[in-house]
């Protein structure tokens, strides 16, 4: 795994006495900030620009969750299994005892779908609207892409109703 460093840098702040005309200048050293590829590969996998503003955060929230800042991290365990919650949705992350993220299980509830998902569902059924909805997002490492993003719709059009998938290409399954 690949990671890059930012040196820890030196901050200078300068404080102006004014009453006595005397320059004070104090050091603050900034803490050491660690990037790792695999958090970036968790990210280009799932693609959260194209999600709901809820499943962005979230999903960039497990992504930087800082595992061996925790405190119920030990070094005995190889493996921990960390849930992160909002009120619409939920992350079930998988993370090594390196602080790694292997997989994750996501789940999240009438949020706002893809303008393509949305387009794909008008032109396939038109005067239907999405009444509901559910996101649902496999990720495992190994393979490095999400395994599974599916959005499983609720149609309805003057009291009918009609269940639909979708993949993330917005194609009907």
């Known amino acids: 795994m690949k990671t890059s460093t930012i040196i820890r ?3 200078v702040i300068g404080v102006l006495m004014m009453t006595s005309n005397v320059y ?3 050091q603050e050293t ?4 660690t990037v790792t590829e695999a958090r970036y590969k968790y990210l280009n996998a799932v693609n959260p620009e194209d999600a709901a503003q809820p499943v962005n955060m979230l999903e960039h929230y497990a992504a930087a969750y800082d595992l061996k800042g925790a405190e119920f991290y030990e070094d005995e ?3 921990y299994i960390v849930s992160f919650f909002i009120p619409n949705g939920k992350i079930l992350a998988f993370y090594d ?6 997989r994750t299980a996501e789940r999240f ?6 303008l393509q998902i949305s387009k794909a569902v008008a032109k396939k059924f038109p005067n239907w609207t ?7 997002v496999t990720y495992h490492a190994n393979s490095g892409s999400a395994n599974k993003q599916i959005y499983k719709l609720m149609l309805e059009n003057s009291g009918k109703r009609m269940r639909v998938k979708l993949n993330s290409e917005a194609e009907f399954l």
């Open 130 to 136: 999405i009444s509901r909805d559910v996101y649902v």
């Open 97 to 102: 005892k390196d602080g790694k993220l292997l």
């Open 24 to 26: 004070l200048l104090a």
């Open 9 to 11: 840098t030196n901050l």
């Open 77 to 79: 365990y190889d493996n």
């Open 109 to 114: 509830k009438n949020t706002a779908v893809p």
């Open 30 to 33: 900034l803490p050491e900030i």
